[in-house]
T-cell receptor
């Protein structure tokens, strides 16, 4: 299965600022998925990132708030823009692995103060 | 749209005993995949077990097994000989049988192991 390196593992940010989260995969993958996990909640898909095209966003998520970069088949970034305390969550990236299972990054715990 | 429901927010089990976590889902598709993921306090999402909808045989991975009832749209996870390391959040997840499909997650069940 693919191995994903996700950075940073955690951060504390001031409201109104932005944070960029990076995911590096050790193999080429077509799609990368970005999820948000609010405190005590399940995972919700933010967007799907395909190399060479704009990301596809789920209902309730917009590009201005969560811009995504996918410059090549092994790397992607998610930016959380103009942060507010409601953005405090764990953010995870994911790729499809072998046999239709999915591999996840270790997550970024974001706290907005 | 597909939905996944986990009706047990919390479960507890004595060490070495067996526990079953419930999951139901709703879909109009005939081909799909179901998963159980474990999320310990480290936040890492770990794949526990996977079931293909076209397979009648229930999946098994060591102490973990599923009871897949396609007609009832039910997908429960049985953990045998529970160990302290099994303590975690467990998420049931669904995906359609297409390439590069997203996962839809249930709300999770927090499993506590009692020594």
């Amino acid at each position: 299965s693919a191995v994903i390196s996700q950075k940073p593992s955690r951060d504390i940010c001031q409201r109104g600022t932005s944070l960029t989260i990076q995911c590096q995969v050790d193999s080429q993958v077509t799609m990368m998925f970005w999820y948000r996990q609010q405190p005590g909640q399940s995972l919700t898909l933010i967007a799907t990132a395909n190399q060479g095209s704009e990301a596809t966003y789920e209902s309730g998520f917009v590009i201005d708030k969560f811009p995504i970069s996918r410059p090549n088949l092994t790397f992607s970034t998610l930016t959380v823009s103009n942060m507010s305390p409601e953005d405090s969550s764990i953010y995870l990236c994911s790729v499809e692995g072998q046999s239709y299972g999915y591999t996840f990054g270790s997550g970024t715990r974001l706290t907005v103060v | 749209a597909q939905t996944v429901t986990q009706s047990q927010p919390e479960m507890s089990v004595q060490e070495a005993e067996t526990v079953t976590l419930s999951c139901t889902y709703d879909t109009s598709e005939s081909d799909y995949y179901l998963f159980w993921y474990k999320q310990p306090p480290s936040r890492q999402m770990i794949l526990v077990i996977r079931q293909e909808a076209y397979k009648q045989q229930n999946a098994t991975e060591n102490r973990f097994s599923v009871n897949f009832q396609k007609a009832a749209k039910s997908f429960s996870l049985k953990i045998s000989d529970s160990q302290l390391g099994d303590a975690a959040m467990y998420f049931c997840a669904y995906r359609r049988d297409f390439g590069n499909e997203k996962l839809t997650f249930g709300t999770g069940t927090r499993l506590t192991i009692i020594p």
